[in-house]
Structures are given as structure tokens and as C-alpha cells.
């Protein structure tokens, strides 16, 4: 990335959005930091926002747009995780995930695009998951937002190319954040309670032993500055990754029997 840029970067009050705002303000770039509390920080400007109330997300752009002539880049970071049985999820509770997972990252795409196509460029990275991929157990709707985002994404690219606005999803494997504590946990029934609790152990061990944010700042950094963009992008530890793959090429039930292994549920 030779050029300094305008960037857009949500959920940045903590996690991998603060860590992204900081790495790029300190490179010189100009930072603007969307999530619904003001951050303090010196490299970049913090806008309060909740990227799912449509008018705040259109305000917080014309914000930006008072003293910049170009929006570069945004990063669709903001998100939440929700863990619990399929059957003890509430529509409540799913309604919220996919609100902030889904809707609000569709609405910073639609307050941005105007000043992209007008500029004739645009870099879109909507954070996604390894775990879109697969259904987790037990994240089965974490799951389901993040792969109706990867799908959102796929179809965008094909509508904004004539703009040179490229799209992509970046799929996240386990990085070290306080993302545990802020996940949504559904009530767990009694029949799924033991479960649960070895599967819900295991999965915020791996959070601890994930790769750290810095690593993916670096990464986004490369990934800004290729001209072309594939629709898809892993980073994380290899034996996330690899999950992916298997998935294309081995039979289903070989798949899941994997999947159970690898979970501990087996």
C-alpha cells in the first residue's frame, strides 16, 4: 500500500477492528472507527455508531464525508458470535445475530458505494469466518450469518465490478480476542447441557490459543494492496484451514466423522 488511503473500519472499539484502526492510522492512513462507543485513540477518529440503525450508519458517512473526498476502503468487522443448541435458539436471538452479522454490514456497503462509484474505486472486506464453510456444532447459526454474508459478498462483486470496486470475504480462523466474553449464549436445554459445556470449553481454549490480531492487520495490509481481488480469503492457523478443503473433497459422513473428532464429540 503506497498510496495513503480513506478507511472505514467497524466494531472498533475492541478486538481486531481496534487493533486494524490502530496498525493503519499509524501508517499514515486516514482512520475512521464506527462502533456504538466512542474509542480513544490517536490514530484514528472514532465515530459512535450501531451499524444495524440505518440512519446512524448514513450520518457516520456523511460525517466522514464532510472532510474527505474519497471513502478507499471499508472493513465490515463489526460482529457478534452466538453459541447454543439449534433447538434452544430463539427467533429473538437470531434475529439479533444476523441484524449485526448480515444487515448492518449490508448497510455500510450501501452508505459507501455512492462515493466509491464516484470515485471509480473501492476496496470491501467483509470479515467473515472459517466457520462459514461448515456448520459448527453448537454455532450453527454463527455459522448461517457468516455464510449469508460470503453469499451477499459473492453476488456484489458481480454488481459493483464496473465501478472498479472490488469485494471480498475474509475468513477469519480462531484469533486471540475478547470475543468469548461477548458471544450471545442461548439457554442451553438439559439434554444438550453436557455437551455443551465440553464443546463450549474446547471452543474458547482454541480462542486462546488463536493467532493474534496484529498477524491479521499484516495480512489485510498485503491484501490491500493487490489490484485484484479473489471472492475468498483464509487466514488462520492450518488446522482451521484445512478444514475448508476437506470439506469440498471428502464424502459427507467422512467429513462430519472428522468434524466430531475434531470437536470432541466422538
Not at 449485526?100 to 473501492?122: D, I, S
Not at 454474508?149 to 480476542?177: F, Q
Request: glycine share 8%; charged share 20%.
Amino acid at each position: 500500500m503506497n498510496n495513503l488511503k480513506t478507511i472505514i473500519i467497524t466494531g472498533t472499539s475492541s478486538g481486531i477492528g481496534f487493533v486494524l484502526a490502530e496498525y493503519f492510522g499509524k501508517k499514515g492512513h486516514k482512520v475512521y472507527g464506527l462502533s456504538r462507543k466512542n474509542t480513544e485513540s490517536q490514530y484514528f477518529k472514532s465515530i459512535p455508531t450501531d451499524v444495524t440503525d440505518n440512519d446512524a450508519v448514513q450520518n457516520a458517512i456523511a460525517e466522514v464525508l464532510k472532510t474527505e473526498t474519497r471513502i478507499d476502503v471499508l472493513i465490515n468487522n463489526a460482529g457478534m458470535g452466538m453459541v447454543g443448541a439449534v433447538e434452544d435458539s430463539t427467533k429473538e436471538d437470531i434475529l439479533k445475530l444476523f441484524n449485526l452479522n448480515l444487515v448492518g454490514a449490508v448497510q455500510m456497503m450501501t452508505a459507501v458505494m455512492p462515493k466509491m462509484r464516484e470515485n471509480k474505486f473501492g476496496q470491501i472486506i467483509n470479515v467473515s469466518s472459517i466457520g462459514s464453510e461448515m456448520g459448527l456444532p453448537f454455532r450453527g447459526f454463527y455459522s448461517a450469518s457468516k455464510s449469508a454474508l460470503d453469499k451477499v459478498t459473492e453476488a456484489m462483486r458481480y454488481e459493483v465490478y464496473p465501478w472498479n470496486v472490488n469485494v471480498c470475504s475474509l475468513h477469519l480462523g480462531d484469533i486471540k480476542t475478547n470475543i468469548a466474553e461477548n458471544r450471545v449464549r442461548t439457554k442451553v436445554s438439559q439434554p444438550y447441557a453436557t455437551i455443551f459445556d465440553k464443546v463450549y470449553a474446547l471452543m474458547n481454549s482454541h480462542v486462546g490459543d488463536g493467532t493474534e490480531p496484529l498477524e491479521v492487520a499484516e495480512y489485510v495490509e498485503n491484501l490491500l494492496g493487490k489490484n485484484k481481488w479473489k471472492a475468498h480469503y483464509y487466514f488462520g492457523k492450518f488446522g482451521q484451514k484445512i478444514g475448508v478443503p476437506l470439506k469440498w473433497i471428502l464424502p459427507q459422513g467422512t467429513y462430519e466423522n472428522l468434524m466430531k473428532k475434531y470437536n470432541k464429540l466422538d
